[in-house]
């Protein structure tokens, strides 16, 4: 936005700024700069003309004047929620990546960043963000919640006390424990289902809370999927895992957790599982582990 006014500042004095000036003002590439006039004309409605003989913009109505802008709560929330993504980001570029949780945290756009600089991108579930708004707070003032979330053990019910909110292989976790704060416990956020932040309150002493959460994440690269699908995928990522590299209809997807990963090949659609060895005869295990417990379910319910 500061480029924008920028921009407005120099039509309004006459001097016709084209996306050249706009890039040698701010050090950023022509692409970036053609990109801010594109939005002032598609979002902020701006009646840029493009003034030949000048090679540069005017505006065809004198009267038009940028709106007013304004960073709505949802939009704070997001914003918020991203930042501690980034804060957490301990993999390829880190110090890159926690420059940025820095500038999100400020809310603002005082320096630039190169159009080559290629950061994760991470997904903002509407739920995950309210679980961690919630936890948030909950651990701020102390508060027990209850909380209802499934893993690979089932489903669990529990009343828990939430310290801190962490993330792991780009995982968000909130740690916690049930009655004994030294028997704490990790939640993955994308397993609760059902959250509520109770009344009653519970106390922790930080001296007594020693927990391997709090150390330094280790530094890990990727693991890599090779995965043929039915059709070539049409963005950077699938399900929510960056593509590598794709080739037609293979795609090399990257990923941490082998666990995480194997729930999103349960429920996806696709048609095979190239590499990595292991975690196809993984999959093929815990199928097979399924399957058995369905056959047996289901020889006890004829007998």
Not at 145 to 159: A, L, P, V
Request: proline share 4%.
């Amino acid at each position: 936005m500061h480029r924008i006014h920028w921009f407005d500042e120099q039509i309004r004095s006459g001097r016709f700024p084209n996306s050249g000036s706009l890039a040698r003002q701010f050090e950023i590439s022509r692409r970036q700069a053609q990109r801010d006039i594109e939005y002032m004309v598609n979002t902020l409605r701006a009646p840029l003309m493009y003034a030949a003989k000048y090679r540069g913009y005017c505006y065809e109505d004198q009267t038009f004047r940028l709106p007013h802008l304004y960073m709505t709560e949802e939009e704070q929330r997001v914003l918020k929620y991203l930042a501690h993504r980034y804060r957490h980001y301990d993999y390829d570029q880190s110090d890159a990546v926690k420059r940025v949780a820095h500038l999100l945290e400020r809310f603002t756009m005082e320096e630039h960043l190169p159009d080559q600089q290629q950061f994760p991108v991470f997904a903002a579930q509407p739920r995950q963000l309210q679980w961690f708004e919630l936890l948030t707070h909950a651990a701020a003032d102390a508060r027990k919640t209850h909380i209802y979330y499934k893993d690979h053990e089932g489903e669990h019910q529990i009343t828990f006390c939430p310290v801190k909110i962490t993330s792991q292989f780009n995982a968000d976790y909130v740690v916690g424990y049930e009655t004994d704060p030294l028997l704490q416990t990790a939640i993955r956020l994308e397993s609760i289902v059902q959250l509520k932040a109770l009344d009653e309150h519970f106390e922790c002493s930080q001296d007594a809370w020693i927990s391997s959460w709090e150390d330094a994440l280790p530094v890990r690269k990727p693991f890599t999927a090779q995965i043929r699908f039915h059709e070539a995928q049409q963005s950077e990522q699938w399900q929510g895992y960056r593509i590598r590299e794709q080739q037609g209809q293979i795609c090399w997807i990257e990923f941490y957790d082998a666990d995480v990963f194997l729930q999103h090949l349960y429920a996806s659609e696709w048609e095979e599982l190239i590499s990595p060895g292991w975690l196809r005869r993984k999959l093929m295990k815990r199928t097979e582990e399924i399957a058995q417990r369905l056959s047996i379910q289901h020889q006890a319910e004829k007998e």
